[in-house]
């Protein structure tokens, strides 16, 4: 590689960081990736990574023992979002170029095609059924009815439009997810109003649940434990804002409704045969799969690993509690990414960031918050106690399945 230009490698480099940072690779597996293609590349590299920025500087590997960069690149960034197919396109790319099968010009080139690929007709629509049926399945889960089922459905249709939207407009986007809880809860009050009693509070969380930044949070946390105390810290704060965001539309919207006599009635718990949770769940997670974009290839194993993390979650928590359900499926799919990376050669992430999906606490945050808004501070200081405590069980079971299968890949 000496025979390469100095900065042709670097281009390379540099928009490898830029392409894995926007499809959602968290901090410390950024940072260890771009460190080892660097030096496969004979390159000394330093990498800072936050959720919106990446600060590289590089030098001859030869030379990095003189302490002095002789290139350094800051990257102003917008967080990034999970996306498992172009996410497999760049580790494929990346691989290909270090092994020497693919020319680095060549390999940049096609990293930055990656990048300005746009989503197929046919992708939309996928991505909008998704937003339809996700909260019908979680609302299953939640035993809401089939009336709540249906609204939640209803919902998710109504979200993913302004999702869809909110891409073309940027003052749309800044509001987003505040505009999402405003209409959720507006038309789930509604129905519950003038058409047919259901569990508001719970149909409005499964109607947000693509939203809610429950994988941000886990994320967040896992930076810190790893000491990526920039990147966890900004990463917490952003996951914040989000729940504030989809808490104070929540808010709003309920005191609307009141404003103008719109109060649902208290609904009972709902029954609703046993057998529609283990169709939602199924269901559910091909709404993810599509959600998070994986490849079509991998949609059995996308599939099972949300199950299998389901499952975990539901037999600890009946038979111990519900922070070692969370723990064991994260330990489970932990261990099965990086079983599945050795194998197949393919980011782990492909097992680990859908099947966590259902355990992950982000509705807890937003009652949390949607609590304090209601000034129950004592309820929502409950919640909060919850929330930090399966998100450490979800983070520990995350480490430990890297401590009992270790991962050969970065990704």
């Known amino acids: 590689m000496t ?38 590349l004979e390159l000394s590299c330093d990498i800072l990574s936050t959720p919106t920025s990446i600060i590289m500087s590089f030098s001859q590997l030869d030379s990095a023992a003189s302490g002095v960069a002789e290139l350094t690149q800051v ?39 990656v990048g300005v690929a746009q989503p ?38 109504v979200t993913g439009i302004t999702a869809l939207s909110a891409r073309k407009r940027s003052n749309i986007a800044a509001a987003f997810e505040a505009i999402s809880a405003l209409l959720a809860t507006i038309i789930a009050t ?3 109003v003038y058409l047919v009693p259901i569990p508001v509070r719970s149909v409005v969380v ?8 429950g994988m941000s949070l886990t994320a967040a946390v896992r930076e810190l434990s790893s000491q990526d105390l920039v ?12 729940l504030l965001k989809l808490a104070f539309g929540a808010v709003a919207a309920t005191q609307v409704c009141a404003l103008f006599g719109l109060v649902p009635p208290t609904v009972p718990i709902m029954t609703i045969p046993a057998w529609i949770e283990w169709v939602a769940v199924p269901l559910s997670a091909v709404t993810f799969a599509i959600t998070f974009r994986s490849p ?54 492909l097992i680990r ?17 949607s609590f304090v808004f209601e000034r129950d501070v004592m309820l929502g200081l409950d919640t909060g106690i919850t929330l930090v405590t399966l998100l450490v069980a979800l983070v520990a079971g995350l480490l430990f399945g890297d401590l009992l299968v270790p991962p050969r890949r970065k990704l």
């Open 231 to 242: 990147s966890g810290t900004a990463r917490m704060a952003g996951a914040m804002a989000v």
């Open 206 to 213: 499964a109607s947000l649940i693509i939203l809610l930044p």
């Open 120 to 157: 197929s007709l046919t992708s939309k629509i996928l991505t909008l059924a998704a937003y339809a049926v996700a909260p019908a399945c979680v609302a299953a889960i939640l035993l809401t009815g089939w009336a709540g089922i249906a609204t939640a459905s209803v919902i998710g249709f």
């Open 75 to 113: 990257l102003r960034l917008s967080p990034g979002e999970v996306n498992l197919k172009s996410l497999c396109l760049v580790d494929e790319i990346a691989d290909q170029v270090i092994s020497g099968e693919l020319d680095i010009v060549d390999g940049r080139r096609r990293l930055r095609e």
């Open 353 to 369: 960031e859908p099947g966590i999906i259902l355990l992950v606490p982000g509705s807890i945050g937003f009652r949390t918050l």
């Open 190 to 192: 509604v129905v519950a």
């Open 296 to 349: 079509l290839r991998f949609f059995p194993i996308v599939i099972a690993s949300v199950i299998a993390g389901y499952i975990c979650t539901r037999v600890g928590g009946a038979y111990v509690s519900a922070a070692f359900g969370v723990f064991s499926g994260g330990l489970l799919l932990g261990a099965a990414s990086n079983v599945f990376a050795r194998v197949f050669k393919r980011p782990g992430a």
């Open 3 to 40: 025979t390469v230009p100095l900065t042709t490698r670097v281009e390379f480099v540099v928009e490898l960081a830029r392409r894995l940072h926007e499809y959602g690779t968290a901090a410390p597996r950024l940072e260890a990736a771009i460190t080892l293609v660097g030096q496969r």
